[in-house]
């Protein structure tokens, strides 16, 4: 959502961004997407993130929850002057790490201007970094390496199914009016291996992810004040993502949800097929903000139950990006069984997202 103005994780860069005299292309519902070119990076566009979350295990069987979330933005200032030092491009960078052992969120973040093989965004491909945080596709999947505070990620994704195109075919809905949209592709199931170092260990991974890429012009929809997002990998190789805009009321201005069975067909949910609905909240300790971190989510004639891996996934970015969110993984449900297990992301609780 990630995800994020338009879904990702966020998702919420665009407070970086200036308003600018620069003209940016516009979200255009016949442009197909195209691969590789897409898997990169879109420089004319105003933002931009590939998102990456999933459930890991460690050797003993101990679950937990990660995030990498690697934004780009074009602030659309300074940009005759031709100075390397032109910020014409900016990154940002969010990682966490949710282990139920430590009780919250281990997370770090960094933010740097493009340039001098610093920080980078390439085109073609997914190719981005900052300093030693990176995201790259090679040809057996996805790598990234994080070396953050106090963790570190060391994992890899090897896709397991094609490109998921979200929206209509790849083009997404986010809002009452047709240039309220992004370009968004998914690719669930990703299998994970690697290594993770976090609280004085060191230990081998594997488990299952998800990755998002969006890339867009146009800022939030002025009538939202956060979003509620999902992506979950569902047990029988299903995947699903639902999402909603939220108004001032805490009703959907807009939603939306793409369905792939475990056949490859895929259906597409209008704005009055997708419901969220709180069934549980928890208090932010620190922020004193009230989440609903258990959610039941309907989609069409499907519906779930999310629930926490552990409620404290908050994700204070003040210091970089200015908001506070929850993004937190969660197991999925039906029926009282579990069917999957994915990631939910909450913003603009705390207050209305002014991006």
Do not use: C
């Not at 200032?77 to 990682?95: C, G, T």
């Not at 986010?174 to 998914?186: C, E, F, R, T």
């Not at 490859?264 to 209008?270: D, E, K, P, Q």
């Amino acid at each position: 959502m990630r995800r994020r103005a338009f879904l990702a994780s966020p998702l919420l860069l665009l407070a970086a961004s200036a308003r600018g005299a620069a003209e940016y292309p516009e979200v255009s519902a016949g442009r197909a997407l195209q691969f590789p070119q897409d898997y990169g990076s879109h420089p004319a566009f105003r933002n931009e993130w590939w998102y990456i979350t999933g459930w890991i295990h460690g050797p003993g069987g101990d679950a937990f929850g990660f995030q990498v979330t690697f934004f780009r933005t074009r602030p659309g200032v300074a940009e005759d002057n031709p100075s390397r030092f032109a910020p014409r491009q900016f990154l940002f960078a969010h990682a966490a790490l949710a282990d139920p052992r430590h009780g919250r969120l281990r997370h770090d973040e960094r933010a740097a201007r493009s340039g001098f093989e610093l920080a980078a965004a390439l085109e073609g491909t997914t190719a981005v970094w900052i300093g030693d945080w990176s995201l790259k596709l090679g040809d057996g999947g996805y790598k990234a390496q994080i070396a953050a505070r106090d963790f570190r990620l060391d994992l890899q994704f090897a896709p397991t199914q094609p490109v998921l195109l979200e929206g209509e075919n790849g083009f997404s809905r986010k809002g009452p009016l047709i240039k309220q949209a992004s370009y968004y592709y998914s690719q669930p199931q990703l299998a994970v291996t690697g290594n993770v170092a976090a609280g004085g260990g060191d230990f081998a991974v594997t488990g299952i992810a998800w990755l998002d890429h969006e890339w867009s012009s146009e800022y939030m929809a002025p009538e939202a004040t956060g979003w509620d997002w999902t992506g979950i990998n569902l047990a029988d190789g299903g995947a699903l993502m639902a999402f909603r805009m939220r108004d001032r009321s805490g009703g959907a201005l807009w939603a939306a949800g793409n369905y792939r069975a475990r056949d490859g067909s895929v259906r597409s949910f209008a704005p009055k097929e997708i419901q969220f609905a709180p069934q549980r909240k928890w208090r932010s300790p620190r922020t004193r903000v009230d989440y609903p971190v258990a959610m039941a989510v309907r989609a069409g004639d499907g519906e779930y139950v999310l629930e926490p891996l552990m409620d404290d996934q908050e994700l204070d970015a003040r210091s970089g990006i200015g908001t506070v969110y929850w993004e937190g993984a969660v197991r999925a449900s039906r029926a009282g069984r579990e069917v999957g297990r994915g990631y939910l992301e909450l913003t603009g609780y705390g207050k209305a997202l002014k991006l």
